[in-house]
């Protein structure tokens, strides 16, 4: 079965950067969209980015356009988020997700992605 995991996260400073790492196992990864969600205890899963399978389309959310930036490198096997200018509504558990080609929206959770990491937390504060 396929497996993700993310590595990455911790504490950082406002205004300060971290990058995020995902490898994943048991899927070919050159054929997989990927994205990158995070979640606070209380609320919905929330999507941040999103890449297609060969890396020339990215999506992300509002809140992080301008700040974050999602890429890939798929002779690694590896999907990347980097994160600049973090902001204190930034912290958050943070999971990278493998998904099926389609067009339906990816942010669609439930019909997009078949294999969840099991996040890291990612905690802005001074």
């Known amino acids: 079965q396929a497996q993700v995991s993310e590595f990455g996260g911790g504490l950082v400073q406002p205004g300060g950067s971290l990058r995020l790492s995902c490898t994943t196992t048991?899927?070919?990864?050159?054929?997989?969209?990927m994205g990158w969600f995070r979640q606070v205890p209380g609320k919905e899963r929330e999507g941040v980015a999103y890449i297609n399978n060969r890396g020339e389309t990215t999506i992300y959310a509002d809140s992080v356009k301008g700040r974050f930036t999602i890429s890939r490198d798929n002779a690694r096997n590896t999907l990347y988020l980097q994160m600049n200018n973090l902001k204190p509504e930034d912290t958050a558990m943070y999971y990278c997700a493998t998904g099926v080609a389609s067009n339906v929206s990816p942010w669609n959770k439930e019909v997009r992605y078949f294999a969840w990491g099991q996040g890291t937390q990612v905690t802005v504060s001074s």
């Open positions: 048991g899927l070919v990864f050159s054929a997989a969209a």
